[in-house]
């Protein structure tokens, strides 16, 4: 199986930047898309930022301009480099990879979530 650790996250003011970061780990698996999503207390959760295995993105559109993910295929790390912090994206963040792992000679689709880590953009 594969597992998804997260780091960053925390306290910073509005205007401000915060770096996340997610490492896939297990054995034998390929992960297609790995993208950051967000959910703030009493609402839906929702899409940040998105990359696929060949490099292209997806973002929210009120975050477009102000973070930019990144992923290096080799490590499975994907990050999210937040800038010009609101206070509206005060909320927890968790990763998501979608992709395959070797279960018993075969190849298993999975999509799988990370534990999150809040941010809280102070006003």
């Known amino acids: 199986q594969v597992q998804l650790v997260e780091s960053g996250g925390g306290l910073v003011q509005s205007g401000g930047s915060l770096r996340l970061s997610c490492a896939a780990t297990g054995r034998r698996f390929t992960i297609s898309d790995m993208g950051w999503y967000r959910q703030a207390p009493g609402q839906r959760r929702e899409l940040v930022a998105l990359?696929?295995?060949?490099?292209?993105?997806n973002y929210a559109d009120d975050v477009k301009g102000r973070f930019t993910i990144s992923r290096d295929n080799v490590k499975n790390i994907v990050d999210l480099q937040m800038d010009s912090l609101k206070p509206e994206g005060t909320a927890a963040y968790y990763c998501?990879?979608?992709?395959?792992?070797?279960?018993?000679?075969?190849?298993?689709?999975?999509?799988?979530w990370g534990q999150g880590t809040q941010v809280t953009v102070s006003s």
């Open positions: 990359t696929t295995n060949t490099g292209d993105t």
């Open positions: 998501n990879a979608e992709g395959e792992y070797y279960n018993q000679g075969v190849m298993t689709p999975f999509d799988y």
